[in-house]
């Protein structure tokens, strides 16, 4: 069965308004979650790392301002895009990565600005 | 600069022939790399997993090498069929469980 849940599966949204995204992982504690983003006919790049208890640590070139993360516990991490402009439009993918093991993913979500 | 490359960008094959797909990563300094499997517009399955001390890992049909000293990973799947359809990526793993990916390969396998 799943590790990971990952809600919504897609969103559709205009322009300036604000979009969460929830990662959930289902059978165990995760301390850390990384937040992916993939455009299309590119490969996914690292946003940030979303940890338990305390501040996200973000990717170069990536706003911490406009991708808020707050991993409020051991099993729900979620990633809100802010004001959100059709360049927002793009694939966002979480993940867990259980110790010693491959990371799990979610199914990620769709997300298309208008 | 860390870069990981996968060659070809895309492939298409008969069914039944062998899918070789191909993966270079520059930095030796890995934990580990992976193979995964995206379907279009859904997320990731993770394929293999291969521990930098490793040479090879085998699921199935498939099997994968890994020669971290010239930075090189091969997938193999054997006997291709209709349902391999997707786009395969290789991802290793750097410092702090960061997973850096190539841009994957597109594989058709036709009937």
């Known amino acids: 069965g799943a590790v990971v849940s990952q809600h919504p599966s897609w969103v559709i949204c205009k322009s300036g308004t604000s979009v969460k995204i929830e990662c959930r992982s289902l059978?165990?504690?995760?301390?850390?979650m990384f937040w992916y983003r993939q455009f299309p006919k590119q490969s996914l790049m690292l946003m940030a790392t979303s940890n338990e208890g305390s501040k996200a640590t973000y990717e170069q070139g990536v706003e911490k301002d406009k991708f808020l993360i707050n991993h409020a516990s051991l099993t729900l991490s979620t990633l809100t895009v802010t004001s959100a402009h059709p360049e927002d439009s793009s694939f966002y993918i979480c993940?867990?990565?259980?110790?010693?093991?491959?990371?799990?993913f979610g199914n990620g979500t769709r997300l298309t600005v208008t | 600069k860390q870069e990981v490359t996968q060659i070809p960008a895309a492939l298409s094959v008969p069914e039944g022939e062998n899918l070789v797909l191909n993966c270079s990563f520059t930095?030796?300094?890995?934990?580990?790399l992976q193979w995964f499997r995206q379907d279009p517009g859904k997320g990731l399955t993770s394929l293999l997993l291969?521990?930098?001390?490793?040479r090879e890992q085998t699921s199935g049909r498939l099997n994968a090498s890994l020669d971290k000293s010239s930075g090189r990973s091969t997938l193999y799947i054997a006997a291709s069929q209709p349902g391999d359809s997707a786009t395969y990526l290789c991802?290793?793993?750097?410092?702090?469980?960061?997973?850096?990916f190539g841009a994957g390969t597109q594989v058709v396998v036709t009937p």
């Open positions: 059978d165990f504690q995760a301390t850390t």
């Open positions: 991802a290793v793993t750097r410092r702090w469980g960061k997973l850096q």
């Open positions: 993940s867990v990565p259980l110790e010693g093991g491959p990371l799990h």
């Open positions: 930095d030796s300094a890995i934990y580990n």
């Open positions: 291969i521990q930098s001390s490793q």
